[in-house]
């Protein structure tokens, strides 16, 4: 069955720089969530997209904003990198706002 | 607000026994649900367990079990004779409503288990 597809898996950055992060959701789902987790923590809420609207935001800076596209794949850009920009980020998506989320692979970005 | 408290940050066993992992929940919402994610070292979220609050009949899946007491507020999960491949990170999670009109995952802090040959 197909997943949540992630691009690309790794990415290395050195600070101020910008990174964009993808997200393919498993076809036919609607909705697409963004986790951030840090290193040794749990994943926190970034944003989550509904229709290609944005439904909710949880602690995401505000060098950071998202978007999903009309093919409900989403994209998270991160600007003004920082060191502390560093963790793993993953991307989930379910079919309709309540539905069980299937979580992506993640992206490992390293800010040095 | 909703919270999952693991209270138990590292579990070290030695292979063959068995380990409880604790989870205890907060929530205002009627109706959520909660999960137990598997972390390896490798990075990625393995899905183990979703259950609706609704639904409190403990379940069992080959070596893992969760016990859910909505009395307590509690969803704990068993492995049945550890194996080192079961070292990892666990989490628990709960769906929390959103403002926005979706629904979020918050997790607790993890439970580390290291299983030891």
């Known amino acids: 069955a197909a997943g949540v597809i992630q691009s690309p898996r790794h990415l290395i950055k050195e600070k101020r720089e910008t990174a964009t992060l993808k997200c393919y959701p498993i076809p036919r789902h609607d909705t697409v969530y963004w986790y951030q987790q840090g290193p040794g923590q749990d994943p926190q809420f970034l944003i989550s997209f509904y229709e290609k609207m944005q439904s909710d935001k949880g602690s995401i800076p505000d060098r950071f904003s998202a978007q999903q596209f009309s093919d409900y794949h989403s994209e998270l850009n991160m600007s003004s990198l920082e060191l502390g920009d560093s963790a793993l980020y993953f991307c989930?998506?379910?079919?309709?706002?309540?539905?069980?989320?299937?979580f992506g692979p993640g992206t490992r970005l390293t800010v040095l | 607000a909703q919270k999952v408290t693991q209270a138990q940050t590292e579990i070290s066993v030695v292979e063959k026994e068995d380990v409880t992992l604790d989870c205890v929940y907060e929530t205002r919402d009627t109706t959520y649900y909660l999960f137990w994610y598997k972390q390896p070292p490798s990075g990625e979220l393995v899905f183990l367990i979703r259950r609706n609050s609704f639904d409190e009949q403990n379940e069992i899946s080959g070596r893992y079990s969760w016990n859910f007491q909505k009395s307590t507020s509690s969803f704990n999960f068993t492995i049945t004779a550890s194996q080192v491949v079961d070292s990892a990170v666990y989490f628990c999670?709960?769906?929390?409503?959103?403002?926005?009109?979706?629904?979020?995952?918050?997790f607790g802090k993890g439970t580390k288990l290291t299983v030891n040959p």
């Open positions: 999670a709960l769906s929390a409503s959103t403002q926005g009109g979706s629904e979020k995952l918050v």
């Open positions: 989930a998506s379910s079919l309709g706002a309540y539905n069980e989320q299937f």
